[in-house]
């Protein structure tokens, strides 16, 4: 099975980020214009959070309005969930599932490496099974092998 490190290798290592300080108008413009549903926490490069679009969703729900110059770290997660490289691509997964999240940024010797999303996982997954199926019908319909 892939691991995180080979999937950083396909996917790329880029990681979209914002400082505790940063409002939530520069998070959510940072969210649209790359394209992504969560944003890391990072202060002088350690992190220190992550906020997502729903984080976002839940703050205007709470409170009736989108407070748009309200400061990032009073809507973040500070308790992320990371992953190391060397964790397979169904492991992750698994632990995206049971914790409900989307995003799992990628740690290895207490450095940011990288950040995975669901979407990077449910990929992979389906590439790699496709491989497998088309594996299998080579092998029982004897073809492919180079007889």
């Known amino acids: 099975m892939i691991s995180v490190r080979d999937l950083l290798r396909i996917k790329g290592d880029a990681v979209w980020s914002v400082s505790p300080d940063s409002t939530v108008l520069a998070a959510l413009t940072l969210l649209a214009d790359k394209d992504v549903g969560a944003l890391l926490v990072l202060d002088a490069g350690e992190l220190k959070g992550i906020v997502s679009e729903r984080d976002f969703v839940r ?23 990371t992953v190391h490289p060397d964790t397979t691509i ?4 698994q632990r995206m599932t049971a914790e409900r999240i989307r995003h799992l940024p990628v740690v290895e010797e207490g450095r940011l490496v990288g950040v995975i999303s669901i979407g990077d996982v449910v990929r992979e997954m389906i590439s790699h099974q496709a491989s497998q199926i088309d594996s299998l019908e080579n092998y029982i319909e004897g073809t492919g092998y180079g007889h």
Do not use: P, Y
Request: proline share 0%.
């Open 90 to 93: 169904a492991e992750c997964m």
């Open 59 to 81: 703050m205007i729900a709470k409170t009736g309005n989108c407070q748009v110059s309200a400061a990032v770290r009073d809507f973040m997660t500070k308790e992320v969930i």
